[in-house]
């Protein structure tokens, strides 16, 4: 049908009358002319508001430094389409993935339904790593969890890995709502592993009537840090002396914690080998130039930004802020979060469909009493700013959206030579 994967995607993001469709109907159907919504192996589901992407890659290094073989399926991407459907920590190939849209696009005729960009692109994921044959599975939830694509497929440990206010158009506006759409990746009697302290009772109801097991952060299992170390335990295991890992503690520690639940067994060198191992491009990730740290986050709404926040670490010179998020979120809550962090802001616009401009961010920070430099119609040209004010000592964070972390990755790959 195509030759190249940019036409297939090209096709794929006006195939379906809604970018966003949720509901499972269209797409079991398809998955059943597949035989693709089951695998031979163990698969943990990762859901929640933040921190998934994190925990995934936690999971995904641990299990190959302990020499499994290990199918990780994300979204969205950053650079390239090929790094949401991994094998072995490395993206596919684009005639692989050709070869598995292929054999969607043929279920989908036989099936007679139309299905989203989301939905054929996860059961092209679940195509592929069924002729892998891997040791283990893990798949990040798109969007709630209830009625998302990835659902599909059983969990045998689901795990959630915060609760906040996200996507209310579709969730709901309160953070009950949202836990019980996430909730919906739960299978009775499976192991359910909850990195939020303190979950909405929605989500702990509905573990209790599936009577799932649960492992609740501070409850079951917690971490410590230390110096330069930090120890995690539970009731029947414990780890101290493991170094710092480059991904936030609190998702590192969710993520043993769905290690234990998991039968695989992996030993206490693999454990920390891929604790420090384990990075995201985008996440808490940090570069050096000429004596300025810049920090890239993609952090886009009030949780995370708080989250975000709570990371970082005193700097001795000043702290500022490139900031550009999607018009549907909510850019004053992440502002607020950000109260007292930040010294000075470059808001900046978003050239893609749903992006915001500058000037809806410089109203918003008008309104707080929050300093800024200037508007900025590009991300490239609020980075550039910041940095040609910034003095050694200084802090750039950037922030706001995959798409702001994106295109500030772009530019100071051709600016500075910084790769991905």
Request: aromatic content about 8%.
């Amino acid at each position: 049908m195509f030759s190249t994967l940019s036409e297939w995607l090209a096709h794929l993001e006006l195939a379906h009358v809604r970018a966003i469709d949720l509901g499972l109907d269209r797409v079991r159907q398809v998955a059943r002319v597949l035989d693709a919504d089951h695998f031979a192996c163990p698969v943990i589901t990762v859901g929640g508001t933040n921190g998934k992407g994190s925990t995934v890659a936690t999971l995904t290094s641990v299990y190959l430094a302990a020499g499994y073989r290990v199918a990780t399926y994300t979204s969205p991407h950053l650079y390239v389409f090929n790094e949401r459907i991994a094998l072995d920590g490395s993206p596919v190939a684009d005639d692989v993935l050709i070869g598995a849209f292929e054999a969607v696009e043929a279920a989908r005729v036989q099936a007679d339904v139309s299905l989203s960009y989301f939905e054929f692109t996860t059961l092209a994921a679940f195509v592929v790593f069924r002729e892998a044959n891997p040791d283990i599975v893990v798949l990040e939830v798109g969007l709630g969890g209830r009625l998302d694509a990835v659902n599909l497929v059983d969990a045998t440990v689901a795990v959630i890995t915060s609760i906040g206010i996200d996507h209310t158009d579709w969730l709901g506006d309160t953070r009950e709502a949202i836990g019980f759409e996430k909730a919906g990746i739960f299978r009775a009697g499976h192991a359910v592993v909850c990195g939020d302290r303190e979950p909405p009772a929605t989500l702990l109801d509905h573990a209790a009537d599936l009577e799932c097991p649960m492992a609740l952060k501070g409850r079951d299992f917690d971490f410590a840090a230390k110096g330069a170390s930090w120890s995690w335990w539970s009731a029947t295991a414990r780890h101290d002396g493991l170094l710092m890992p480059r991904l936030a503690l609190d998702n590192v520690a969710t993520a043993l914690a769905a290690i234990q639940a998991v039968s695989l067994p992996v030993s206490e060198s693999a454990l920390r080998e891929g604790i420090v191992q384990a990075s995201v491009p985008g996440r808490l990730e940090r570069l050096l130039w000429q004596g300025v740290e810049i920090v890239l986050d993609v952090a886009h709404n009030p949780h995370g930004a708080a989250f975000f926040m709570q990371q970082l670490q005193p700097v001795r010179g000043r702290t500022r802020a490139v900031l550009a998020m999607l018009a549907d979120k909510d850019a004053g809550g992440v502002l607020d979060a950000c109260l007292g962090r930040v010294d000075v802001w470059y808001p900046a616009g978003l050239q893609v469909s749903r992006g915001q401009d500058a000037q809806r961010l410089l109203s918003l920070l008008q309104e707080r009493g929050m300093y800024f430099a200037a508007g900025y119609a590009r991300v490239a040209a609020a980075l550039a700013a910041a940095l040609h004010e910034a003095l050694p000592g200084d802090r750039i964070l950037v922030f706001g959206s995959f798409y702001t972390v994106s295109a500030a990755r772009e530019w100071l790959e051709k600016n500075h030579g910084y790769s991905n």
